[in-house]
């Protein structure tokens, strides 16, 4: 099975799943690359996401586009998604409950796309791999989880709220082709570490 189709199944299977919560919003699956280095992980979609069924094409979305523009990429070479498939209502915060009944399907969707970094957008996303990391301390910096690197960047939902935010995640997503090109090296220098769990043992290199 290639990896479009593999997708297709896992999305159609989410579809199908009649136990997940949100269900009265439309199903967001992701979209993009499945090939790419690069995965990029948010929160949950949002009004704009809800109503097109894609991820990451609000006022946010576009500003991280526009950002991967800037590095000279197109947006279609990278894969886009969310924790939570569906958006809350009132574009709240997704619960831990919610986050766990998506769960499932987020690791399937990562283990099919193999990236070699993910960049966990905003602090739910940053907590999903790292729990015990906060997003004003740890973003710009580089862990080990499993198989692959994660990078967390602040949300652009925050850096259209704050100047400074907005520098500070322009300059991290600036890094990235860095990153790509020393994540090889890195992950064969670190060792990956147990399945997620709730402790703060956790691998950490920082390039920059």
Known sequence: MTKPEALKKL???????ASLPLRESNLVFGEGNPDSEVMFIGEGPGFDEDRQKRPFVGRSGQLLRKNLRALG???ESVYIT?????????????????????EPYL?????????KIIVALGRFAMNYFLPDAKISR????????????????????????????????EDDLKKLPQIIEKADKLLAETKPEPPRVKESKIKQEKLF
């Open 138 to 169: 740890d973003r710009g910096k580089i862990f080990r989880f499993k198989d692959f690197l994660v990078y967390p960047v602040y949300h652009p939902a925050a850096a259209l709220r704050s100047t400074a935010v907005l520098g500070e995640m």
């Open 11 to 17: 999305e159609e299977e989410i579809a199908a799943d």
């Open 82 to 102: 969310n924790i939570v498939k569906r958006r809350p209502p009132g574009n709240r915060d997704p619960l831990p409950d919610e986050i766990a009944a998506y």
């Open 73 to 75: 990429w197109k947006e």
């Open 107 to 115: 690791e399937k969707q990562i283990e099919i796309i193999k990236p």
